[in-house]
């Protein structure tokens, strides 16, 4: 069994919630934080905070490194300046002034050679130093990584396919758009498995969705699900009961 170490607020001396991490290629980890990104080398713990100097919900990096920051009505990326320190620089001028007023952005995926960032307003596409938007028709939804391709969940939409700029519903997934799905993995080739709330799990073949059968089925009916590829390619989930 692996070692596991715990650090209270108390030894990082910085907000009680931490809603992300995310590792470098040094080894370094980064913390989505209530006060910022928290940085912990192994021996120290820094804190980075955003330019409104709100809450850090989620964290991602591109290709090169680079490490994507998503706050409150705020998002951004980290850059290191001449001395060598990490300093956050924040992205939001790069949206028009119509767009700038959201709030928490909950995802960020590296796909191909942008950043996608997803807050409960819209979906923002950063590419070649510009972003596009595509404002969201409601709040209640998630999006999800699988395969390369990204998705999102819509009440009365069900799942849509982010697809050259655009998001397109899934053909057949309109019993989701009021069936709450809380996971997405990548199953065997150019398949999908979607966990949801109250129907069990679903297979996706990319034509049709077919019930899923598993002997945990009746435990994670009706509740908040939250599952991670394993890097064995088993599936953890796990629930709130």
Known sequence: ???????????????????????????????????GVLVYDGIEWEIIPVSNKSEVHSLGMDSKGTIYVGAQGEFGYLQRDGRGKLNYVSLVHLLKESDRDFNDVWAIYSQNNRMVLRS????????????????????????????????????GFGIQKLSNDSLI????????????????FPYKENQY????????????????????????????????????????STYALGTRR
């Open 1 to 35: 069994m692996p070692t596991i170490i715990n650090f209270s607020p108390n030894t990082y001396r910085q907000g009680p919630q931490n809603f992300s991490v995310i590792q470098d290629s040094s080894g370094v980890f980064y913390f989505g934080n209530n006060n």
């Open 120 to 155: 409960t307003a819209g979906i923002y596409i950063l590419e070649d130093n510009s972003i596009k938007t595509i404002k969201l028709v409601n709040n209640t939804h998630r999006s999800f990584f699988a395969n390369n391709e990204i998705f999102v969940r819509q009440d």
């Open 169 to 184: 519903t899934v053909a057949g997934s309109k019993l989701f758009g009021r069936e709450q799905v809380h996971t997405m």
């Open 193 to 232: 498995l979607v966990v949801t709330e109250n129907l069990g799990i679903y297979s996706y073949d990319g034509k049709t969705f077919k019930p899923f059968k598993t002997e945990a089925d009746e435990l994670i009916k009706g509740q908040s699900v939250f599952g991670e590829l394993l890097p064995d």
